[in-house]
């Protein structure tokens, strides 16, 4: 069974330039979910979807981050304009539904520094 | 938002069972406990789950107290392959089941 896609692996850029990420989630799961981890942290929740729809973006800086996931399936997380603190690991993981019994997969991370 | 506590780090030998705790004392009958972990620059993968009763798996144990106020992830024989970051989480009905990261607890496994 093919895991979680993401790409890039890794992006470097520079202050106020904007980037984006790309996620391709396991066929068929309907939650996806974006994370942001800071190095030595663990992961904080950006956003969740349940198919196209948005469940929960309460931790999304929406006046600099934006996400989508079209037709259900892919996915992609923008920064625009980037900052220093932006920094980070953003993980893509992936489930069948959203609820409390099922697991999630992550992919493996993209890795953002932002100089 | 983690509702759980863990010590910050942990050390085993090789080869020895390891029980990793977590305290999640606000509990809620419809909450989920969850564990993760988090090996070298790799994205966590999902270790095991459950709700009442322990629960076993090919990876691990998983034994919940009677009062569901604490939990133990048991690793029977500890390889050099699972040092790495454990996740306790709780999945909760009153966050809609969002699957929230705390610290977790850095295991280190000694040859």
């Known amino acids: 069974e093919a895991g979680v896609a993401q790409s890039p692996r890794y992006k470097i850029i520079e202050k106020r330039q904007s980037v984006a990420f790309w996620c391709n989630p396991i066929s068929g799961h309907a939650t996806l979910y974006w994370y942001q981890q800071i190095l030595g942290q663990g992961p904080k929740l950006l956003i969740q979807?349940?198919?196209?729809?948005?469940?929960?973006d309460s931790q999304l800086p929406k006046d600099r981050f934006s996400a989508e996931r079209l037709k259900g399936v892919d996915s992609t997380l923008k920064i625009q304009p980037a900052k220093l603190e932006d920094s980070a690991v953003y993980l893509c993981?992936?489930?069948?539904?959203?609820?409390?019994?099922?697991?999630?997969?992550f992919g493996q991370g993209t890795r953002l520094t932002v100089v | 938002d983690a509702k759980t506590t863990q010590p910050n780090s942990m050390e085993s030998n090789e080869e020895e069972p390891v029980h990793l705790p977590c305290n999640h004392s606000t509990i809620s009958g419809t909450d989920y406990i969850h564990w993760y972990r988090q090996l070298p620059s790799q994205g966590p993968e999902y270790v095991i789950h459950g709700l009442t009763s322990n629960v076993n798996n090919r990876m691990a144990s998983l034994a919940i107290a009677e009062d569901r106020k604490s939990s133990t992830l048991i690793l029977h024989r500890a390889t050099l392959r699972d040092a790495a970051v454990y996740y306790c989480i709780l999945r909760a009905m009153d966050s809609s089941y969002k699957l929230i990261f705390g610290s977790g607890t850095r295991l280190l496994v000694r040859p």
């Open positions: 993981a992936s489930s069948l539904d959203p609820g409390g019994y099922t697991e999630a997969f």
């Open positions: 979807f349940q198919n196209n729809g948005v469940v929960d």
